[in-house]
């Protein structure tokens, strides 16, 4: 296949970036758009140029490495999947694809198509967990779960914190990736005990990080690689509305959401 | 040299680890604050040794190279996790669990260590609920079981097909909660180069900031090394792309004795490699064999027709037929062999012949489709995305690869290595899995070693030991750093003609064809000859763009590949010596009259052990004596 690229170059987080152009004619349908990124890299280097840095691990769709901005649309055009997992043959052979970093506030461009996450990672630390400390928990079937539960707590925690809802939502809102974690720990018994705490303060981290408001478009749903329902917003929404009427005093902390 | 210490404690194995608990030393907890100990690598290993040691009251800094420790290869793993249990009233027990490992790791693995795995494994199931895992529930509310490769009891707990991915998230964020409290400071984006070693004891480690660049050294009372397998020294593999074995072989370059690095584990269902371009390879989860039947065609002629023209007279369930009792749940390395086998025989599937099928029509037959979607539906939907074929339609192809390095730094009991002040837990240590590893068993030492092992047995070291201050101008410290800068500068400047990944590429496919799934004597002597030139043509002609002060892929993954050039010759040099096939190991010259791998108990019944003995020497090896106190050593039969 024949494919030209437009790619997102920026040496440096101060640097400015600009659309490069590249055409490719070593492309099978049988690649993973980071293997055709690959080749692109591995001709640039033998020209003597730097290659395209973008982030990527598994390969495999499940640790939220990669992501790209791929013709507008997070992940490219495939729904449901990471872009390690899109496969060229998803393109018309004599394609035009442009390819741009994740496009956020809080998500500083570090260099080319790899951006800063880190803002995720804080807001997890604000509350995004049980306290539960290593050592002596109890038997594990003495806390039971119903199915259903588990299910939908489950559902939610597939979350791989790509970042695709925050880089999909007009707003830059991080609340899908939020939500998912609230969802996943108050649906369990284990999360009770925290759960309106956890809800205030991430929710005020998110806050804090620069992420937009969430004004339900959507969009975010529909970019996640593991599909998740935006039906956690409302969970997460439910919690907080409910937690800055039961814990006042660390709402004076954690900010107003 | 020095015998190597296993430290194994005396007394009944059931009792060992009880009696070692209560006999090491403690830290007061007001002294503890004023311990630094890092830990390298967020994984399994890595994540719950350090939210557990903070927890305790250590400063603990950890270290991941990627942009964020949720990120670790643990993450990637997709089966399950096992424990014993017994919920399922199937007999299971923590003996069986030691004995069906010991068994599975081929009597290559030490006793008192895989017993401890067992007893606590128990622990880890509660402490990973209790965190929020979402395991698989029953509709009573009660946690769910599978059975898994090689065991005949129902003791894997599972996510979904992404169980590594909630434990790993369940460390994560326990980790997460540490460092909100300050007891841990994350670094992420940031390599170890290289360990500092002070009087004979590790005290801290050289780094890399892979974003600006810079050069860094942190000093400590304990390093933890929880940096995985080294797969990937065989290019193509299961691995995430980052996986490596820099921070581990550092530290062999500075005294840690390397165990059994020939021991590679290959697992049988991966999607078959589709072309030239591929960069990995994708596991299929074990637990697809609890359903799916593995066959090919009886006839060469049949094999470029349609699967579902092939009547079933003219189909051979191999495995099913070679191994009734186990079936398509034989282990890892009897099942890849046999697939092997089939398509050495010219009876292989898809293209270039190199795969079998996986077969659900039966099961769908059986428990509907409906049901099928509900247990491996994320896994079809995955290999529809790579191949193209939906697998509710035709059965899945599937082929060996690369998956999981049982080698790696020796350490005792303590999980410590011989260079004190360094522990070493999970993948990257060679011990619990022996010869080969089941399934379900490698999250299970991930989290035994970081929850509940090394916070306890570092205690120990850290209590028994005094330790001087070292200072960052110490003369060790300043030299180790100045040969990380040194070797980083020495890769920008070589500028030759060829990339990083055609070097690697090409090592891979060396590896995969003298030291992979079966090896014999000429093709590992062959692939002696050709590493060293490899490695040769990569210091003089491999080409890093760009400067070490930025972000720079290519100069990260130049430093990955020198490495995997030099272990590549030790894995060969093991394999080598190791003149009796086991496990994984399996040479050609040493198998049974119907092809089943024959071991040399009295000869090899030990751990070999690899000292660094300088640049251009032969390694040394020292053999610690595996003694089997508790289990008859047998012959591993699945039949």
Redesign the interface.
């Known amino acids: 296949m024949h494919v030209t690229l437009f790619v997102w170059r920026q040496?440096?987080p101060d640097a400015s970036g600009a659309m490069q152009r590249y055409e490719t004619d070593?492309v099978?349908p049988?690649?993973?758009f980071?293997?055709m990124l690959?080749?692109v890299n591995?001709t640039l280097?033998?020209k003597?140029?730097?290659?395209i840095?973008f982030?990527?691990?598994?390969?495999?769709?499940?640790?939220?490495?990669c992501g790209m901005m791929i013709n507008g649309v997070a992940h490219g055009p495939?729904k449901?999947?990471a872009t390690c997992?899109l496969?060229m043959?998803s393109f018309a052979d004599g394609a035009t694809i442009h390819v741009e970093p994740w496009r956020s506030r809080a998500f500083p461009v570090?260099?080319d198509l790899?951006v800063?996450?880190?803002a995720?990672?804080r807001i997890?630390?604000?509350g995004?967990?049980?306290?539960?400390?290593?050592?002596a928990?109890?038997?594990?079937?003495n806390?039971?779960?119903?199915?259903h539960e588990?299910?939908a707590?489950?559902d939610a925690?597939?979350c791989?914190?790509c970042g695709a809802c925050v880089a999909a939502c007009p707003n830059g809102s991080a609340s899908l990736f939020t939500a998912a974690k609230i969802s996943?720990?108050g649906l369990?018994p284990?999360?009770q005990p925290e759960r309106r705490r956890r809800a205030l303060r991430m929710v005020a981290q998110m806050d804090e990080e620069g992420f937009g408001h969430c004004t339900f478009y959507g969009e975010c749903q529909e970019a996640c690689p593991k599909e998740i329902s935006i039906d956690t917003i409302a969970r997460m929404n439910r919690d907080y509305m409910i937690a800055t009427m039961s814990h006042r005093d660390e709402r004076v902390l954690g900010g107003t959401g | 040299m020095a015998e190597l210490n296993a430290k194994v404690p005396p007394g009944p194995l059931e009792r060992k680890w009880e009696r070692h608990r209560a006999e090491m030393k403690l830290v007061n907890p007001a002294n503890k604050r004023k311990h630094t100990v890092i830990v390298v690598g967020s994984g399994l290993a890595g994540a719950?040794a350090a939210?557990?040691l903070s927890?305790l009251g250590y400063n603990v800094r950890c270290f991941c190279f990627?942009?964020?420790?949720?990120?670790a290869?643990s993450?990637?793993a997709q089966g399950g996790i096992n424990a014993a249990?017994n919920?399922q009233n199937d007999g299971d027990s923590v003996f069986r669990l030691f004995y069906d490992t010991i068994k599975g790791g081929d009597f290559r693995s030490r006793e008192a260590n895989v017993y401890r795995l067992a007893e606590v494994s128990v622990?880890i199931?509660?402490?990973?609920?209790?965190?929020?895992v979402?395991?698989?529930?029953?509709?009573?509310?009660?946690?769910a079981n599978r059975s898994f490769g090689g065991a005949q009891v129902s003791r894997t707990f599972y996510?979904?097909g992404?169980t590594g991915?909630?434990l790993l998230?369940g460390a994560?964020?326990?980790l997460?909660?540490e460092?909100?409290k300050g007891g841990v400071t994350?670094f992420?984006r940031t390599e170890m180069l290289d360990l500092v070693v002070v009087n004979g004891r590790a005290r801290g480690i050289v780094t890399r900031d892979m974003?600006s660049g810079a050069i860094e050294t942190h000093l400590a009372d304990d390093v933890i090394l929880g940096t995985g397998g080294y797969g990937n020294v065989y290019f193509l593999s299961t691995n995430?792309?980052?996986s490596n074995v820099t921070a581990i072989w550092r530290a062999y370059k500075r005294g840690a004795a390397f165990a059994n690095p020939c021991y590679t584990q290959i697992h049988p269902t991966c999607i078959p490699v589709?072309?030239e371009?591929?960069?990995?390879l994708?596991?299929m989860s074990e637990s697809l064999r609890n359903d799916g039947r593995v066959w090919v065609p009886k006839r060469q002629e049949d094999c470029a027709k349609p699967p579902n023209q092939i009547p079933e007279s003219d189909r051979d369930y191999y495995l099913e037929r070679k191994y009734p009792a186990f079936g398509n749940l034989s282990p890892r390395d009897i099942a890849s062999r046999a697939a092997k086998e089939v398509c050495d025989e010219g009876r292989g599937v898809g293209p270039g012949g190199r795969g079998v099928y996986l077969d659900f029509a039966d099961a769908i037959t059986r428990l509907g489709r409906k049901t099928i979607g509900e247990r491996y539906g994320n896994l079809f939907?995955?290999y529809q995305?790579?191949t193209?074929e939906n697998p509710y339609e035709v059965p899945m192809r599937i082929y060996p690869a690369v998956h999981y390095t049982m080698g790696g730094l020796w350490v005792d009991y303590n999980l410590m290595s011989n260079v004190p002040g360094l522990h070493v837990i999970g993948e990257a240590n060679f011990s619990d899995h022996g010869a080969n590893r089941l399934g379900a068993s490698a999250l299970m030492q991930g989290l035994a070693d970081g929850?509940?092992i090394v916070?306890l047995t570092i205690g120990d070291y850290l209590g028994s030991t005094k330790l001087e201050r070292v200072a960052e101008d110490h003369p060790d410290v300043r030299a180790t750093e100045e040969a990380v800068r040194e070797r980083t500068a020495r890769l920008l400047a070589i500028n030759g003609s060829r990339?990083v990944?055609?070097i690697h590429r090409e090592l891979g496919k060396l590896m995969w064809e003298y030291c992979g799934m079966s090896r014999d004597k000429a093709g590992l002597a062959k692939a002696l000859v050709e590493i060293p030139r490899l490695r040769e043509e990569f210091w003089h002609d491999v080409?890093v763009?760009?400067t070490g002060a930025?972000?720079n892929?290519?100069l990260e993954y130049a430093g990955r590949v020198a490495d995997f050039l030099e272990l590549a010759e030790l894995m060969c040099l093991d394999a080598l010596d190791r003149e009796e096939s086991c496990g994984a190991h399996f040479r050609v010259e040493h198998q049974t009259a119907d092809g089943e791998a024959l071991r040399n108990d009295d000869e090899f019944a030990y751990v070999a052990s690899w000292d660094y003995a300088g640049a251009g020497k032969p390694p040394v090896l020292r053999k610690e004596p595996l003694v089997f106190e508790n289990v008859h050593l047998s012959q591993r039969s699945y039949k």
């Open positions: 040496a440096g070593d099978s049988d690649m993973s980071l293997e690959d080749v591995e280097v033998g003597g140029e730097q290659p840095a982030d990527h691990d598994c390969r495999e769709g499940i640790c939220g490495s495939m449901g999947t997992q496969h043959r570090i260099k790899v800063n996450r880190a995720f990672d997890i630390a604000a995004g967990f049980v306290t539960a400390p290593t050592g928990a109890q038997d594990a079937n806390i039971l779960v119903p199915k588990a299910d707590a489950m925690a597939a791989i914190g996943h720990l369990l284990q999360g | 719950s939210a557990s927890e990627q942009d964020s420790p949720r990120r290869h993450i990637a249990k919920y622990n199931i509660d402490q990973c609920v209790a965190q929020g979402p395991f698989a529930r029953e509709y009573g509310g009660l946690l996510a979904r992404q991915q909630q998230l994560y964020q326990a997460e909660k460092i909100a994350m992420p974003v995430a792309k980052g589709s072309g371009h591929q960069s990995k994708t596991l939907e995955m995305r790579i193209d929850y509940f916070p990339t990944m055609s080409r763009p760009g930025e972000l892929q290519s």
